[in-house]
């Protein structure tokens, strides 16, 4: 990083001029050079909110999702196939129209994604592939799948927060 001074945009608004004025000696500005006017302050937008935080509740979802699914006895839609690689969980789920209803939730946020962010999601959260076995098996790049596994959570973080399903804390 460099320590060079950086100057407002209102600094450079008066004309140049060619010599020093002399200590003794006023001289008469013209009325095209007025004073300089303090800038009118811009109001700054409100701070970026990042869906960044959420990623981890959105794996745990995700994770919990492929549970749900197969308790319920449907196979998840974002496998693409009847066996899925994953994780389990001890957790109970009160009811059973809780568990389908959260499973039809999960499916209609899992639509409104691109397919190539399912199949990051599908092979890396709920088959629990190392970032490498996915990009073996989708045919790309262990960089690319780096590149775009978080991209791929932080947009299903924000289908699901309109959703009602991620709660922000205020």
């Known amino acids: 990083m460099s320590a060079a001074l950086q100057l407002s945009v209102g600094w450079g608004a008066g004309s140049a001029q060619g010599t020093w004025p002399v200590a003794g000696k006023r001289e008469k500005k013209p009325a095209a050079q007025a004073e300089l006017v303090p800038l009118a302050r811009v109001p700054v937008a409100g701070p970026v909110v990042s869906v960044a935080f959420y990623r981890k509740h959105t794996e745990n979802m995700l994770r919990r999702y492929l549970y749900a699914s197969m308790q319920v006895g449907r196979s998840p839609s974002i496998l693409g196939e009847s066996v899925g690689r994953g994780w389990c969980s001890s957790r109970p789920i009160r009811t ?75």
Not at 113 to 128: A, P, S
Not at 148 to 161: G, I
């Open 96 to 170: 059973f129209e809780d568990a389908v209803i959260f499973v039809l939730d999960m499916e209609t946020c899992l639509s409104q994604i691109d397919e190539l962010d399912r199949q990051v999601l599908c092979r890396v959260v709920l088959q629990e592939y190392t970032q490498a076995e996915a990009a073996c098996l989708l045919g790309m790049s262990v960089r690319t799948i780096c590149y775009k596994l978080p991209q791929a959570m932080d947009r299903l973080t924000v289908r699901l927060l309109e959703a009602g399903m991620l709660v922000v804390p205020l």
